[in-house]
């Protein structure tokens, strides 16, 4: 079983599946280009990426494995398990020799694998919905997180809903990419911050406000530090205007 190697992309690990099924070779190993320095007895395998054929391979995998296996099958590829290729692999593999029935056999070890990292993943989107700050700076809202797993596309098209009167950037800084909106559509595409993000005045005297009303609402006599990381965690503090004191009267 050779090594193969893709571009990274949900496009391009599905022309991966296809051409692996199209020489009927299952991959030993996945991982994504540029990586590891390959191997020279064995060198690995190319799955070229092509837009047009991974929509194809799309339609017949939901088609015959059904759209929740293929939806679960997505969000464990977005998931930040370092195996997670071969895992959905795997998995599609299972369901499409016996049907959509064998993803309920959650004892068997590539169904579980799957199902937890989709959990995981919706887990961390849905928190994101609810946490994610935008800020307002030259007439461009943007907000910026670093998520554990790449939820970016699975929240960019709620706030293009949510906000489709604006301009938005969400920008994943762990991965250096963003959801770049405008105009009724988005798109996602790599980006760096080069400067410092600078803040409308408008922006500075709402943050301000809300800093003010979180602290003087809080009853400190009940403070419980524990009970409030479980349902917001420290790792979703570092992008959250409240969690920094207000400046003093």
């Not at 996945?30 to 991974?54: H, M, N, V, W, Y």
């Not at 461009?140 to 596309?153: C, G, H, K, N, R």
């Not at 410092?196 to 009940?222: C, M, N, P």
């Amino acid at each position: 079983m050779a090594e193969w190697i893709y571009d990274g992309t949900f496009n391009g690990f599905l022309c991966l599946i296809h051409e692996t099924s199209r020489i009927r070779e299952f991959p030993g190993s996945i991982r994504t280009f540029p990586g590891e320095e390959q191997s020279f007895l064995f060198p690995a395998k190319i799955a070229e990426r092509d837009d047009l054929l991974a929509a194809a391979v799309r339609d017949v995998l939901r088609r015959r494995l059904s759209g929740r296996v293929f939806t679960s099958g997505y969000f464990a590829f977005l998931s930040s398990g370092k195996e997670r290729e071969m895992a959905v692999y795997r998995y599609f593999s299972l369901v499409w020799q016996k049907g959509a029935s064998a993803d309920r056999i959650l004892t068997d070890s590539r169904v579980a694998a799957v199902h937890e990292a989709r959990r995981a993943v919706s887990r961390e989107r849905h928190r994101y919905l609810g946490l994610l700050r935008f800020s307002e700076m030259s007439g461009i809202l943007y907000a910026q997180f670093t998520p554990e797993a790449d939820v970016l596309p699975l929240i960019a098209g709620h706030f293009a809903v949510r906000l489709a009167q604006e301009r938005w950037i969400i920008h994943d800084t762990g991965r250096n990419r963003a959801a770049l909106y405008d105009s009724g559509t988005w798109c996602i595409a790599d980006f760096r911050q080069r400067r410092e993000i600078s803040l409308s005045d408008g922006e500075k005297a709402v943050q301000e406000l809300w800093k003010r009303y979180f602290t003087s609402t809080a009853v400190r006599t009940r403070e419980n530090r524990r009970l409030q990381q479980s349902f917001m965690p420290k790792k979703y503090w570092k992008y959250l205007p409240e969690k920094d004191p207000p400046e003093e009267l």
